[in-house]
C-alpha cells in the first residue's frame, strides 16, 4: 500500500528538497570559509608590527559570528527553492529575521567591547579615569543596543503593539528618571568629565576652599586625597557646579610680595630699592621679572610690591625660589642699611604749660 505524502513535499518533490538543502550546506560552508579567512589575515594583522587599532576590533567581531545562526540563515536562502504555506513562510522569515538580529547583536557587543579595549590600551597609562568612566559608558552602548534589537523583534510579532509599549515603557521611564534624578546627574557629569577633562587622575585641584590631590573618578563620585591626608568625596554633578582651580595644568606661577621699609629711610636709598629688588630677582634661575615698585605709604611703613613669574609650575621651585629672593633681598638691606619695618606706635606726650 502507498505513504501518503504530506501536501508540500508533493508540491516539492524530492528535488526541490535536494537542491534546498544543497543550496544551504553550500552557502553554509562559504560563510564559514570567508570567516575562517577573514580571522586568519586579522590575525596576522595584529600579530604583524607596527599599530594596527582596527585590526583587534575587527577580529573581534569576525569571531562573534555564529555558526549556528549562519546556518539558520543559509537554510532559510536555501528554502526560497520551495513552495511553502503562506503560514510556513511567513514564520520562517521572522525565524530569519530573529537570528539576524541577534547575531547583529554579537556583533554590536563584540564591536563595543573591542573598542573599549583599545581605547583602555592607550588610555591606561595616560588617564585611568576616562578609562573607568568608558566602562560605564559601554554598558549603556550594549544597553541601547539590545533595547534597539528588542523592539524590532517585538514589532514583527502578530499581535503586539510597539507603540503601546513604548508609551507605558515611557510612563515608567519618567518615574524611574525623577526617582534617580541624581545618580544619572552624577552618570552624565562623569562622562562628561571623560570626555572635557577638567582634570585626570594626579591632578592637584582646589574648589570652595579644599585643596587636594585627585584619586579616583568614579561614575558617581570623585574622590580626592587632602593634603591633611582625609579623603575628600564628592559626586560628579555637584563637582562640576563647581570653580575648580587645576593646579597641576599651570604653566607657570605669578608671584607678587611686598616688604615694608622705615619712614626714616633716606630718600636716595629709596630710589635705589626697586633697582636693587630687579637684580635680585633676576639672579634666580627659571624666573622672568615683572616689576619692581614703591606702591604705598603704610601705618607704620613704606611698602614696595614686587611681581615675577616662576617658569616651572612646581611648587618646591616655587618656595625654593622665593626663599632664595628672601635671602638676598635681607643681605642686600643689611649691607644698604637699610631697615625693614615692623608694627610700631610713637606716643606723643605733650607738656603742660
Known amino acids: 500500500m502507498p505513504v501518503a505524502l504530506p501536501q508540500d513535499q508533493l508540491i516539492n518533490g524530492l528535488p526541490r528538497w535536494a537542491l534546498a538543502a544543497a543550496s544551504a550546506a553550500a552557502l553554509w560552508l562559504l560563510l564559514m570559509a570567508l570567516r575562517r579567512v577573514l580571522v586568519s589575515r586579522l590575525e596576522a594583522r595584529c600579530a604583524a608590527p607596527g599599530e594596527h587599532h582596527l585590526a583587534p576590533v575587527s577580529l573581534g567581531v569576525v569571531r562573534a559570528s555564529s555558526a549556528a545562526i549562519l546556518l539558520l540563515l543559509a537554510a532559510y536562502v536555501g528554502a526560497h527553492w520551495l513552495l511553502l504555506p503562506p503560514a510556513v513562510a511567513e514564520w520562517a522569515g521572522r525565524a530569519a529575521l530573529f537570528a539576524l538580529l541577534?547575531?547583529?547583536?554579537?556583533?554590536?557587543?563584540?564591536?563595543?567591547?573591542?573598542?573599549?579595549?583599545?581605547?583602555?590600551?592607550?588610555?591606561?597609562?595616560?588617564?585611568?579615569?576616562?578609562?573607568?568612566?568608558?566602562?560605564?559608558?559601554?554598558?549603556?552602548?550594549?544597553?541601547?543596543?539590545?533595547?534597539?534589537?528588542?523592539?524590532?523583534?517585538?514589532?514583527?510579532?502578530?499581535?503586539?503593539?510597539?507603540?503601546?509599549?513604548?508609551?507605558?515603557?515611557?510612563?515608567?521611564?519618567?518615574?524611574?528618571?525623577?526617582?534617580?534624578?541624581?545618580?544619572?546627574?552624577?552618570?552624565?557629569a562623569s562622562l562628561s568629565i571623560a570626555l572635557d577633562k577638567p582634570f585626570v587622575i594626579g591632578d592637584f585641584v582646589a574648589f570652595d576652599g579644599l585643596l587636594g590631590s585627585v584619586q579616583h573618578i568614579g561614575l558617581k563620585t570623585t574622590r580626592l586625597r587632602s593634603l591633611t591626608g582625609e579623603q575628600l568625596v564628592i559626586g560628579n554633578g555637584d563637582l562640576l557646579k563647581r570653580v575648580i582651580s587645576n593646579y597641576k595644568r599651570m604653566e607657570q606661577r605669578r608671584i607678587a610680595f611686598r616688604i615694608g621699609v622705615t619712614y626714616e629711610t633716606p630718600h636716595e636709598k629709596l630710589v635705589r630699592i626697586p633697582a636693587m629688588l630687579r637684580e635680585i630677582v633676576e639672579a634666580q634661575e627659571s624666573v622672568r621679572f615683572d616689576r619692581a615698585h614703591f606702591r604705598e605709604f603704610g601705618d607704620f611703613s613704606l611698602i614696595f610690591e614686587v611681581v615675577y613669574f616662576v617658569l616651572l609650575p612646581d611648587f618646591g621651585v616655587y618656595v625654593d625660589v622665593q626663599q632664595a629672593i628672601n635671602l638676598a633681598i635681607y643681605a642686600r638691606f643689611e649691607r644698604e642699611s637699610i631697615a625693614f619695618a615692623y608694627p610700631t606706635s610713637k606716643v606723643l606726650v605733650a607738656q603742660a604749660e
Do not use: C
Open 102 to 188: 541577534l547575531q547583529g547583536a554579537l556583533w554590536g557587543s563584540a564591536l563595543i567591547v573591542g573598542w573599549l579595549q583599545e581605547y583602555e590600551a592607550s588610555r591606561l597609562q595616560k588617564d585611568a579615569a576616562a578609562v573607568t568612566t568608558m566602562h560605564g559608558v559601554g554598558f549603556v552602548l550594549r544597553l541601547a543596543l539590545y533595547a534597539l534589537l528588542i523592539l524590532i523583534a517585538l514589532d514583527n510579532l502578530p499581535g503586539v503593539e510597539v507603540t503601546t509599549l513604548l508609551a507605558s515603557l515611557g510612563i515608567g521611564g519618567i518615574a524611574v528618571a525623577l526617582a534617580l534624578q541624581n545618580v544619572l546627574s552624577d552618570l552624565f
